[in-house]
C-alpha cells in the first residue's frame, strides 16, 4: 500500500491550500484516514482524521479552519487548510490505516513521504 500526498506550496499568512492524499494497492476497505505535521524542531502531531463513519477529529490548534474529506470509493483523503498562519509551516504527513481482506482481519497502518506546507509573506 502506497499513500501519495500533494498540494503543498507556499502561501501567504491568510491564504488557502487543499491537500490530497491518494492510497494505492491491495486494500479491501478503509477504516480511518488523516492528516498529521511535524514542524522543525516538535513532534508530530495531528492536524485531522476521519473515520469509517465520515467522523471526524481535529487538533485543537486548526479547529475552524481545516477541513477533512474522504472519497472511499477512490481511496483518497484532502484537507482544505483556510486561514493558514505562519505556526502552520510543517511537513504534512497522511496517514491511512486499512483492512486488507474482506473479514476485515488484518488491519495496517501507513504514512505517505510528506508535503511541504510553508506560510510566509
Known amino acids: 500500500v502506497q499513500l501519495v500526498e500533494s498540494g503543498g506550496g507556499l502561501v501567504q499568512p491568510g491564504g488557502s491550500l487543499r491537500l490530497s492524499c491518494a492510497a494505492s494497492?491491495?486494500?479491501?476497505?478503509?477504516?480511518?484516514m488523516g492528516w498529521y505535521r511535524q514542524a522543525p524542531g516538535k513532534q508530530r502531531e495531528l492536524v485531522a482524521i476521519?473515520?469509517?463513519?465520515?467522523?471526524?477529529s481535529n487538533g485543537d490548534s486548526v479547529k475552524g479552519r481545516f477541513t477533512i474529506s474522504r472519497d472511499d470509493a477512490e481511496n483518497t483523503v484532502s484537507l482544505q487548510v483556510d486561514n493558514l498562519k505562519p505556526e502552520d509551516t510543517a511537513v504534512y504527513y497522511c496517514?491511512?490505516?486499512?483492512?486488507?481482506?474482506?473479514?476485515?482481519?488484518?488491519?495496517?497502518?501507513?504514512w505517505g513521504q510528506g508535503t511541504q506546507v510553508t506560510v510566509s509573506s
Open positions: 476521519i473515520g469509517e463513519n465520515g467522523r471526524t
Open positions: 496517514n491511512g490505516k486499512f483492512y486488507l481482506d474482506f473479514r476485515k482481519s488484518i488491519l495496517r497502518e501507513y
Open positions: 494497492g491491495s486494500i479491501f476497505s478503509v477504516d480511518t
